[in-house]
């Protein structure tokens, strides 16, 4: 490959008086800042906005928002296409494969102009975007059961060299350029409102109730199936979900806000494809990769929050006692430790957090934490890639419960435990697992939940975790502008 042509770009912290110029507003609360700016383009196709949402935990810290990309990658029915201003092409090489040689390519010789000291900023420039549960089908043979009923692609990632970072622990903000613009024209051109009539116009709100594609009976049916498989050995764990869906009118970003604002996690994002919007709250990270350094962070065994701190601490302390959700954790942890030696450095993969407690305003999770070194000559896009989708919402062996999921669940996941993700021109990459995600397309709205399925699971007891899952989604958009 043709080595690429230096490419310059300009990180510029930017002043109150820009600020204000920016929200409209010479008087302003800085925590709203971030968000008040993203909304002038959250009507722009392509615009991504990476978001911790106030979230304590310590992932964390910086917020980024990226518009504008000078190329994209998109897959869908099988085809991967590679587009810019002049068109759109199909190209042979599969999605990450694509994203790398495309568009990551373009970024490689990046040299940075900057007064401040950004080494511990993260992307800056670079890739970044959405990858489904279904862009799996691109790296692995599995059966196409389920119905597939979205417009919105398997995988949509943009070549992004503009971007606006929040350092939520200082609240600095840069502004990174391309064009050697020290302030964000394009932001500035941009309306608060969507002025193309389209359904993003108006108050969100819902048009119907959500409904499940899988009925109680229906659900625990799929249960005693997989402890039939499981039984026969055929695997040792399956992710089981349902989908909920419901008709909704109006801006899928006012819904966002109220989600965001209600649940704080960490991996939070909003992004809008062509064909639809993805407003993710995801507590979960997939991969990280920093300074060659691989983490990742699987759940699982979750508990209901409660407001009476006497139960709600039993609810904590029955989770990290329990067994079964201690042997699940242990299962994916074991399926991870594989996936990612397969890029590191041998003897580097460690566990140096095994059945932590993490708490958020819905449930408490438990979590593990996984680490490496990334072997020198593997990018972090080929180390994503290998490991997708991620094994704490697959089950293990990672291709049988695949196969498993595809028989029972009535329709596929897309967006749905996949993932968000960057990869800054410096080659450091966060992503995140896309639970509590909801994916909006012609005006109607899917959320999921799901669990894994062990052999000691009772059908009862793991059909209400689904609904613990989606007690901050589903109760919080139905009350929306009632």
Not at 287 to 293: A, L
Not at 297 to 311: A, E, F, L, Q
């Amino acid at each position: 490959m043709t080595t690429a042509a230096s490419l310059q770009v300009c990180v510029t912290q930017l002043s109150d008086a820009t600020l204000s110029k920016l929200v409209h507003s010479e008087s302003f609360e800085r925590s709203q800042v971030f968000n008040t700016i993203f909304k002038r383009i959250a009507h722009h196709p392509w615009s991504l906005l990476l978001d911790t949402s106030g979230s304590q935990q310590s992932d964390g810290r910086y917020n980024i928002m990226a518009f504008a990309p000078s190329l994209t990658v998109t897959a869908t029915k099988g085809n991967v296409y590679l587009s810019d201003e002049n068109g759109t092409q199909c190209v042979p090489e599969t999605p990450f494969e694509a994203t790398r040689k495309y568009l990551h390519s373009k970024v490689v010789n990046t040299n940075v102009i900057s007064e401040q000291n950004i080494d511990d900023l993260p992307f800056i420039i670079g890739v970044a975007g959405m990858a489904g549960y279904d862009a799996g089908r691109f790296y692995e043979a599995l059966p196409s059961v389920a119905k597939d009923d979205y417009e919105t692609p398997d995988f949509a990632v943009g070549l992004y060299l503009y971007s606006i970072i929040e350092d939520t622990q200082t609240g600095t903000f840069y502004y990174c350029s391309c064009d050697g613009s020290n302030y964000p024209h394009f932001i500035e051109k941009s309306s608060d409102r969507n002025s193309n009539g389209n359904q993003d116009s108006g108050l969100f709100k819902l048009t119907s109730p959500f409904s499940s594609n899988l009925s109680k009976p229906q659900y625990t049916e799929c249960i005693d199936k997989i402890h039939h498989y499981l039984k026969a050995g055929d695997c040792y764990q399956v992710n089981m979900a349902q989908r909920f869906s419901a008709r909704f009118e109006g801006d899928v970003w006012e819904a966002y806000c109220e989600l965001r604002n209600q649940n704080s996690a960490p991996f939070s994002a909003f992004l809008r494809t062509p064909l639809g919007c993805v407003a993710s709250i995801s507590p979960e990270r997939f991969m990280r990769v920093k300074n060659g350094k691989v983490e990742t962070k699987p759940i699982k065994g979750t508990r209901p929050r409660y407001k009476d701190s006497v139960k709600d601490a039993q609810s904590a302390s029955s989770l990290l006692n329990a067994e079964k959700d201690r042997a699940e954790n242990l299962m994916i942890v074991d399926l991870l430790r594989n996936d990612i030696s397969k890029h590191c450095k041998a003897h580097s993969v460690e566990v140096p957090a095994l059945f932590a407690l993490e708490s958020y305003k819905a449930v408490h999770h438990l979590v593990s934490t996984v680490v490496g070194e990334l072997e020198e000559d593997t990018s972090p896009l080929t180390l994503l890639a290998s490991a997708f989708p991620g094994g704490s919402i697959t089950g293990a062996p990672k291709i049988r419960a695949m196969e498993v999921i595809d028989e029972l669940e009535p329709h596929r996941r897309n967006i749905y435990c996949g993932s968000i993700f960057y990869m800054g021109f410096r080659e450091d990459m966060d992503s995140s697992i896309c639970i509590r995600t909801v994916l909006a397309e012609n005006n109607t709205l899917h959320c999921w939940a799901g669990g894994g399925i062990v052999l000691d699971s009772n059908a009862d007891d793991e059909y209400q975790e689904t609904l613990d899952k989606v007690s901050k989604i589903v109760p919080v958009l139905t009350a929306l502008n009632k």
